[in-house]
């Protein structure tokens, strides 16, 4: 069953599709529309033809690739550091007052020291340490007690001071891990579980932003100059393209989940850039390291990743690059690329000797940032659960759910979601405090079912986004409830849903008992009257069925008899099992 | 593209509140499209940005200009160039004289005057009568062709209630500390016509108690240089000449400031020392020098060259008017994180006035430290011969001199000149002519495509000296020179600190309780003294010509190898000058030297007490 999407949340919840990666060479379908108007003006192939001649194509092309990566992944081991910058949800920039923003007016939220003006010092501000000591903790990272604040420099027009203010020496959180399951969406070859470490979180300003209007003029908004951003650098420990997308995309649930950020990739508000290296295996260690791990092949870094598709495309195309290049005998520069979304290849932005040589200088204006024992276990009490404790505590078993309905329960619409499936459970337990576990576990599963799939079902369809005063959580639990107690069948169920959903305001119960539609359990005399009726419509099946053992045709029989049973009453099984014993005997 | 913010408009944005002004000020500016020239030229913001300032300031400049042409009143050129002072007008008001202002400036339509008393338009002028505007206010006022005049109204000592010992008082602010009405140019090609559109806060102070800005003066491009040479308004001369009738240095960086105080043209003036800045010209023109504790005055609003050393100091013909001004700028300041906290001024005082250290200002005699290192062969005879007879002169008055070795003093220069380029070059990398500031005619990035937007701006905007600097503190910073260079000259500050604690009988404030237990043996064979007593040069003004273009830098350096050390241990030093009697009946004979007094950290009042001992003296050899 396909899982519906509410429109406004565009996430990527479950694991991304592999992308399509392919060489131009092999390359058919590279613009398919083009291709199409062709064909049909010149060899007019059918279109159904062409449609499955691609469709075609593309699998084995898939396998094909699928084989290589296969056959290179033999040879080679690719490792992959990840450095993420999240802009935190804070109301102020980093070492000014003026307020943060991403939609206000161009360059109305600057002040002087943003500006850089001549004359002017930074002011910390303090409240912007919560959301990142929040996501150091959420990172199992150890908090500093004491760090500080240094300059990187390198001239460009959106880097006003031409600094950046960062913590290259001393950050304020070390030493913490992000774990990796497989429901994650890790490369099947790393199994059910990756721990990747995180070597330091550090708080640093951001630039401004610039808007290019090519060829000759650039805006530039002030705006974003010194929001303040985590950067948070993982130890290069991460061996296939797909486990470092899926790494970017569960660092964004964590820091949405903890509340440090407000938008992910989709909005700009995370940026990604990655080390990528390749060592032939079986070979003697490289010479290279970096981040504390030695052994290595020469890296290069892509910079400014903005979607997890792209961090995997980028670190797959720039692993197949160095490999072709290795392989013909050539050298790996250290160097830094970028990537377009779309391409097929790294580009080259700039070499080493190119390299910027930033002259980290501590912050002579900034006192050190000095961090007490109290607030970090008075953020670690009020952080909330992890989006991994929610999991398993969904699929344990309290909830009972699959981890399928597990996690876009928990992604869905910043937790509210589920929010309102807790509400519908609790409500449930209240009905029924002294349930058997095996019962309980059916109904949050069926409850799991119901909020996702038939309540998401109908939000799609209306096109409106979530509000958990649209369905109140009383009426959804009444109404799973009398569905699991059989007193309504699972289609009046849907439909009372539907009812609810167009603002029907009357309790479940009261609906059910004024429309009459409660099940009245037919007796068995009206099941074999009702089977006779339908089984004398078609008497040769019935010989077929007998006969030639083509139970199959059995459910055209069930069919008929939901369809002409009186609304509402006819219960699919007991139907089955009249008919089954009318045609077959008892059995 | 020309946005229509005109003058008035953008005096009333950037008249409020400092952060709002620039929001709205940036505002407009957004507004306007900004432009590449070609694939790599410029930004049409910055160009836009200086658009506005050049309005304003050739309105201001020519205002300046008619004054030193057609008033000649009270102006005094000095020093070739652009000397220091803008609008200094100090005479009695009359009808007469605004109108025959008015008549010379009919192109004004922004003036400042100050006038005596609080009654500008009347015949008692002088009285300071509150009914018609009181000290301080700003009057708006029509002439006879239109367009407005505005008249700062200040009281002087003769007015019934001033409101400070500087009420009325003109005060010289050096050209590195942010003014809203006057340019702030830090004596640079790159912000020539740059106004900054907030006060500093010691401005802000000094008006509040009723002082008025007499101009800004001339120095050093910003602050590097000790001949006040490096200037792109030209050099600063020295009132003294020397035997031959040869222009001297007036010393630097705040030369225009001490030469300002030496002319009387202020009661006192603001400089900016980060390595001897204020100290230096004060003993080459003979006047009072004082750089206070770092920390203690607010920095928001100096233009930063190295912020971990640059101190506010302020200069005066005597030490009283520095004490004057001190008292009212030695206040916190929240919007300068490097200023020291209200809590730890109180725990400073009240370490202060523990008996054995209240005592030093009062009754006990002081023991007078003399560093044996600074007996250099360099020291010219006038010098030592100074320093002696100030030694002999306090010693006489009951104080006893101890010799006192600060042995780390011989790498102190070194280190400051690793130390204080690196800050520079990280400070002045915000000088690209895109926001503010001046930018290169034409097409930046000497014609390469992938060039910086703003190397021919940079190139051009920054003198000589201050390209010398920004490349050492690069150098020093890059990744392999930063651990021989920056970090080994942090060592030797850390070592020039531990010195001068050694030495000192007071504990540094702020170390006191740590190294109470630690430092305790050490402290009982120290030399345990008061203060230090050196030269804060070694050697008289040398003549403009030998330090200006051409000679080596590294000769100027040398002149700051005296007040270096207090500055990288950011203790409070004074510069008194002292007259060495050459013979009774040749008086112009006489030798002037500046006299040094360094104290531990928030020893600020002992040391101008101190100065004060030997300020002035003329003295027998």
Not at chain 1, 119 to 124: R, V
Not at chain 1, 552 to 568: A, D, S, T, V
Not at chain 2, 524 to 552: E, F, K, M, N
Not at chain 2, 583 to 610: H, R, T, W
Request: glycine fraction near 8%; charge should be negative.
């Amino acid at each position: 069953m396909l899982r519906p999407w509410p429109s406004g949340a565009v996430r990527v919840l479950c694991r991304v599709n592999r992308p399509f990666l392919a060489r131009p060479q092999v390359n058919p379908a590279r613009f398919p529309s083009t291709r199409s108007l062709q064909s049909a003006a010149t060899d007019r192939v059918p279109l159904r033809k062409q449609l499955k001649q691609e469709a075609k194509a593309l699998k084995a092309q898939k396998k094909l690739r699928k084989e290589s990566e296969e056959a290179s992944r033999q040879d080679w081991e690719l490792t992959v550091g990840v450095e993420i910058h999240a802009q935190l949800d804070t109301e102020a920039k980093l070492f000014s007052r003026a307020p943060t923003s991403t939609s206000d007016t161009p360059n109305s939220n600057v002040a002087l020291f943003d500006l850089a003006f001549p004359g002017s010092q930074p002011e910390f501000q303090a409240a912007t340490l919560l959301p990142a000591l929040r996501a150091a903790i959420a990172l199992n990272c150890q908090i500093q007690p004491v760090s500080r604040f240094d300059r990187k420099h390198y001239f460009y027009q959106d880097q006003p001071a031409g600094y950046q203010i960062t913590q290259y020496y001393e950050p304020f959180a070390r030493n913490g891990y992000v774990d990796l399951f497989d429901y994650d969406g890790i490369a099947p070859e790393d199994g059910d579980r990756v721990r990747v470490d995180i070597k330091q979180v550090q708080l640093e300003q951001d630039t401004a932003k610039s808007q290019e209007y090519p060829p000759a003029t650039q805006l530039l908004d002030f705006n974003r100059v010194s929001h303040p951003l985590i950067e948070i650098i993982t130890m290069p420990q991460i061996h296939t393209p797909a486990t470092a997308a899926a790494c970017v995309r569960k660092l964004q649930a964590i820091l949405q989940a903890c509340g440090a950020v407000t938008t992910g990739m989709e909005m700009g508000g995370l940026r990604a850039d990655v080390n990528v290296s390749i060592r032939r295996r079986g070979e003697a260690p490289g010479q290279h390291q970096y981040d504390g791990i030695g052994g290595l092949g020469q890296r290069t870094e892509i910079k400014n990743l903005s979607s997890f598709k792209a961090v995997e495309d980028a670190i797959l195309a720039e692993k197949n690059r160095q490999i072709a290049v290795l392989e013909s005998g050539g050298v790996i520069e250290g160097e830094t690329r970028g990537w377009t979304i779309g391409s097929t290849e790294t580009r080259r932005l700039r070499g080493k000797e190119g390299a910027v040589d930033y002259r980290y200088m501590p912050d002579p204006d900034i006192p050190p940032l000095v961090i007490g024992e109290d607030l970090i276990s008075s953020l670690t009490e009020s952080l909330p659960t992890s989006p991994d404790s929610l999991v398993t505590q969904l699929t344990g078993p309290e909830y009972g759910l699959s981890i399928e309905d597990a996690k876009p329960l928990i992604e869905l619409d910043d937790g509210a979601r589920l929010e309102y499936y807790q509400d519908v459970v609790d409500i449930l337990q209240s009905l029924h405090p002294d349930q058997d576990p095996q019962t309980h576990a059916a109904l949050t599963r069926m409850a799991g079912n119901w909020v996702l799939h038939e309540l998401g079902g109908l939000l799609t369809k209306a096109d409106r986004a979530w509000d958990d005063t649209i369905v109140p959580a009383r009426a959804l639990a009444d109404l799973v409830d009398h569905l699991q107690q059989k007193r309504i069948t699972g289609s009046i169920a849907k439909q009372v849903l539907a009812a609810v959903f167009d603002g029907d305001r009357r309790p479940v119960p009261q609906l059910l008992k004024e429309d009459n539609l409660l099940l009245r359990p037919m007796s068995r005399e009206e099941y074999v009257a009702l089977a006779e009726t339908v089984l004398a419509q078609r008497p040769e099946m019935v010989e077929q069925i007998r006969s030639k053992g083509q139970l199959g045709k059995m459910g055209w029989f069930l069919g008929q008899m939901m369809r002409l049973g009186e609304k509402g009453r006819v219960e699919a099984p007991k139907a089955q099992e009249v008919l089954q014993e009318l045609i077959l005997g008892k059995q | 593209m020309h946005d229509t913010l005109s003058h008035s408009e953008a005096r009333a944005d950037l008249s409020g509140e400092d952060e709002r002004a620039t929001i709205a000020y940036m505002r407009r500016i957004a507004q306007v499209q900004q432009r590449y020239e070609g694939n790599f030229g410029y930004m049409g913001l910055a160009q836009h940005g200086s658009n506005i300032f050049d309005d304003r300031n050739a309105q201001k400049w020519n205002i300046f200009r008619s004054s030193y042409t057609s008033l000649a009143v009270h102006f005094y050129n000095i020093v070739g160039g652009r000397s220091f002072v803008m609008n200094y007008f100090r005479f009695e008001f009359t009808t007469t004289t605004i109108a025959t202002l008015i008549t010379v400036l009919p192109m004004a339509n922004a003036w400042i005057f100050s006038t005596t008393a609080g009654q500008w338009d009347g015949e008692n002028n002088r009285r300071c009568t509150k009914a018609s505007s009181s000290a301080g206010e700003i009057i708006d006022w029509e002439n006879e062709w239109g367009s407005d005049c505005t008249l700062r109204v200040y009281s002087d000592s003769k007015c019934r209630n001033p409101k400070s010992a500087v009420d009325g008082r003109l005060i010289s602010i050096k050209d590195n500390i942010c003014t809203r009405d006057l340019p702030t140019t830090c004596a640079s090609g790159i912000l020539d016509k740059f106004t900054s559109p907030f006060n500093a806060t010691i401005v802000d102070q000094l008006e509040a108690a009723g002082a008025v800005v007499a101009g800004k003066t001339n120095l050093d491009e910003f602050g590097m240089g000790s001949h006040s040479v490096h200037s792109r308004f030209g050099a600063v001369k020295n009132l003294r000449r020397d035997a031959d009738g040869r222009d001297l240095s007036a010393g630097g960086s705040s030369g225009g400031s001490a030469v300002a105080v030496a002319a009387d043209q202020c009661y006192a003036a603001l400089g900016t020392d980060t390595g001897g800045s204020v100290r230096l010209p004060a003993a080459y023109t003979g006047t009072v020098g004082f750089k206070p504790s770092y920390g203690l005055l607010s920095r928001w609003g100096v233009v930063a060259y190295a912020n971990s050393l640059d101190t506010v100091g302020i200069l005066g013909k005597k030490t009283s008017s520095v004490r004057d001004v001190f008292s009212i700028l030695n206040k916190h300041d929240a919007r300068d994180p490097t200023n020291i906290t209200s809590s730890s001024r109180s725990r400073i005082l009240s370490h202060l006035q523990a008996p054995r250290l209240a005592s030093r200002l009062t009754s006990s005699p002081l023991r007078i430290g003399v560093p044996l290192e600074y007996n250099i062969s360099e020291l010219t005879p006038s010098v030592r011969q100074a320093w002696l007879l100030s030694l002999a002169h306090l010693q006489e008055q009951g104080h006893t001199i101890h010799p006192v070795s600060l042995p780390a003093t011989k790498h102190a220069l070194s280190a400051y000149y690793v130390l204080a380029p690196a800050e520079a070059s990280s400070n002045l990398a915000k000088y690209d002519g895109v926001r503010y500031g001046t930018r290169s005619d034409g097409p930046d990035s000497d014609g390469q495509p992938d060039g910086y937007l703003y190397a021919n701006t940079r190139g051009n905007g920054f003198g000589a000296e201050v390209q010398r600097r920004i490349l050492l503190g690069t150098f020093s910073l890059s990744a392999d020179a930063m651990d021989n260079y920056f970090i080994q000259a942090q060592r030797v500050r850390r070592l020039v600190q531990q010195d001068f604690n050694a030495v000192f009988a007071a504990a540094h404030p702020f170390a006191a309780a740590a190294a109470s237990d630690a430092s305790g043996i050490d402290r009982s064979t120290a030399a345990d003294v008061d203060v230090i007593v050196c030269p804060t040069a070694p050697s008289p003004p040398p003549r403009l010509s030998d330090v200006s273009a051409g000679s080596s830098p590294l000769d100027a350096y040398v002149n700051d190898v005296f007040t270096v050390p207090a500055s990288l241990a950011g203790l409070p030093a004074i510069s008194v000058p002292v007259t060495v009697a050459e013979s009774e009946q040749n008086p112009d004979a006489d030798e002037v030297a500046g006299i040094q007094v360094i104290g531990q950290y928030g020893d600020d009042e002992l040391v101008m007490k101190v100065g004060e001992l030997l300020e002035g003296r003329r003295l027998d050899g």
